[in-house]
T-cell receptor
């Protein structure tokens, strides 16, 4: 069965370190998204990609970057981790404009 | 600023009752609407999608869409304790060429045995 896999599931890092969260999907979807979820804010879009070499900023992109070198993967990098980036991160993919998102299991990131 | 609004709850209903969850959205051009269920510590899972005005039924779930009022709702009939979760409303608000979904903050539902 097709799926989205995120790794690691849990990560603790220190302020100022660079961190990369992995996302791998086997749906063969062109569209991939990164969201963060925080109490009181819900799911907020960080970055998204509509295909290889395409990346776009979302609502809360400051301090984050993504790259898309193939269809399956969209890694999310925190350039210099800050305590405000402690959150649960979800990767998702979709087939088309009117299609729902399929979510990965999430990565819980703690920045100390 | 495109917005999707939901009552945060918690919404408490007795087992066997109908739970009614509501959502409003700001972009009149939105064309696709989704309801997700999220259990604590888990990822969102799709339970309903709706694209046209009116009702769409799937088992115990009914989604209702009124584009003129910019309103979408979810009814859960014969509520069960296993329905206790946070329900997220999601809307494609980006217009032509946009594949993004904007999410509401979610309504927490508790079904009391």
């Amino acid at each position: 069965d097709a799926e989205i896999t995120q790794s690691p599931r849990h990560k603790i890092t220190e302020t100022g370190r660079q961190v990369t969260l992995a996302c791998h999907q086997t749906w063969n979807h062109n569209n991939m998204f990164w969201y963060r979820q925080d109490l009181g804010h819900g799911l907020r879009l960080i970055h998204y990609s509509y295909g290889v070499q395409d990346t776009n900023k979302g609502e809360v992109s400051d301090g984050y970057s993504v790259s898309r070198s193939n269809t399956e993967d969209l890694p999310l990098t925190l350039e210099s981790a800050a305590s405000s980036q402690t959150s649960v991160y979800f990767c998702a993919s979709s087939e088309g404009r009117f299609s729902p998102l399929h979510f990965g299991n999430g990565t819980r990131l703690t920045v100390t | 600023q495109k917005e999707v609004e939901q009552n945060s709850g918690p919404l408490s209903v007795p087992e066997g009752a109908i739970a009614s969850l509501n959502c409003t959205y700001s972009d009149r051009g939105s064309q696709s609407f989704f309801w997700y269920r999220q259990y604590s510590g888990k990822s969102p899972e799709l339970i309903m999608s709706i694209y046209s005005n009116g009702d769409k039924e799937d088992g115990r779930f009914t989604a209702q869409l009124n584009k003129a009022s910019q309103y979408v709702s979810l009814l859960i009939r014969d509520s069960q304790p296993s329905d206790s979760a946070t329900y997220l409303c999601a809307v494609n608000e980006g217009g032509a060429g946009s594949y993004q979904l904007t999410f509401g903050k979610g309504t927490k539902l508790s079904v009391i045995p």
